[in-house]
């Protein structure tokens, strides 16, 4: 690894040792009580995950509002891709170019919740 990338990589993991981001972590766990917004864990490691990725959105690596909380696999799980879990919502589809796939489970899952609300 040539040094440049190592010193960026440095710079990089340094963010997450800075006071500002423990307090604003911390901060997050609690707003969503310490809860995994996907799968709803508590008992495990839970993540501070950026909706927006710091590395193409770095201007809002500190907004309180780009960030969510993940357990490990659920933040695993989604690598890559962009995903709000938020209020119990993935990012409608067409803003982060899902596929097919996803967006009939997406789809799916909806019509499930809403026949579920409706039945009741
Ligand atoms: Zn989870």
Request: proline content about 5%; aromatic content about 10%.
């Amino acid at each position: 690894m040539h040094w440049r990338t190592l010193h960026s990589y440095a710079r990089w993991s340094a963010f997450y040792d800075t006071p500002q981001w423990h307090v604003l972590r911390k901060a997050t766990l609690r707003r969503y009580g310490f809860r995994c917004q996907k799968c709803g864990a508590t008992n495990t490691e839970l993540h501070v995950d950026h909706i927006r990725p710091r590395s193409r959105f770095p201007k809002l690596a500190m907004d309180p509002d780009n960030l969510q909380v993940l357990c490990r696999a659920c933040n695993y799980a989604k690598r890559g891709r962009i995903a709000d879990y938020r209020h119990g919502q993935v990012v409608p589809p067409q803003r982060i170019g899902l596929t097919r796939a996803e967006c009939v489970m997406f789809v799916c899952a909806v019509g499930a919740l809403l026949a579920a609300v409706v039945s009741q």
